[in-house]
């Protein structure tokens, strides 16, 4: 997941895919697979609310086989002891800066390792500092969950501009506000905003047209 060139013009924000919490394996990597052959996604996220390890172990399988194929990398959430048996390309951690360091260390150079830092620039800097790829902030929209805070638009235009390590936004977007950050993003984060509809392969597309 690699910033575009600051010396040319600004490129539309690449999709990030989140999938949904809880997935059904029989149907889900061909969904999955029309998505990913229908538009252009940077990067997959596994993110199970499963506790069950053999779930989550034969999720990781199935799908890194269909995002690997289309040459679309793959990244687990939390569990960065599943990485390297699953063949995945890294790891999102969803604490901050607390686990970068430690992720770095185990995984190498080599793989993606990414943090989720609220609406905090230290939080995000710090992060950076400790080995992250790129920094993910959120959410954007009002959601009932959580406390409340919001990633604001003057968050993301401080960092693209002051900031080289790609910025993700993320966390109860629609259009609206896609269209609003997309001059100042790298790249948006989606899942239950495509997944909860009943065409979420449409959603997605009308999603994307919002960036332009």
């Given amino acids: 997941?690699?910033?575009?060139?600051?010396?040319?013009?600004?490129?539309?924000?690449?999709?990030?895919?989140?999938?949904p919490p809880q997935i059904d394996l029989n149907t889900f990597p061909d969904l999955l697979a029309r998505m990913l052959d229908t538009h252009e996604i940077a990067c997959l996220r596994l993110a199970l609310s499963s506790?069950?390890?053999?779930?989550?172990?034969?999720?990781?399988?199935a799908l890194r086989e269909v995002a690997h194929?289309?040459?679309?990398?793959?990244?687990?959430?939390?569990h960065l002891l599943m990485v390297e048996r699953l063949g995945l390309d890294g790891?999102?951690?969803?604490?901050?800066?607390?686990s970068v360091r430690k992720s770095r260390k185990e995984l190498g150079n080599e793989a993606i390792v990414g943090a989720f830092c609220g609406a905090s620039r230290h939080d995000g800097l710090n992060a950076g500092e400790a080995g992250a790829d790129y920094i993910a902030f959120g959410p954007i929209g009002?959601?009932?969950?959580?406390?409340?805070?919001?990633a604001e638009?003057?968050?993301?235009?401080?960092?693209?501009?002051?900031?080289e390590l790609p910025v993700v936004a993320e966390g109860a977007l629609d259009a609206e506000l896609i269209r609003a950050l997309a001059?100042?993003?790298?790249?948006?984060?989606?899942?239950?905003?495509?997944?909860?509809?009943d065409d979420p392969i449409a959603e997605l597309g009308r999603l994307i047209a919002a960036m332009e």
């Fill in 183 to 197: 001059p100042i993003t790298d790249f948006f984060a989606l899942g239950a905003e495509v997944w909860q509809n």
């Fill in 51 to 61: 506790a069950d390890e053999d779930h989550i172990a034969r999720a990781g399988d």
């Fill in 91 to 98: 790891v999102h951690l969803p604490d901050n800066a607390r």
């Fill in 69 to 78: 194929a289309r040459d679309v990398a793959i990244v687990i959430d939390t």
């Fill in 142 to 150: 009002q959601t009932p969950l959580g406390d409340g805070t919001c």
């Fill in 1 to 19: 997941m690699a910033q575009t060139d600051t010396d040319t013009a600004p490129e539309a924000p690449q999709i990030y895919l989140i999938t």
């Fill in 153 to 163: 638009a003057d968050l993301f235009d401080w960092w693209s501009q002051v900031v």
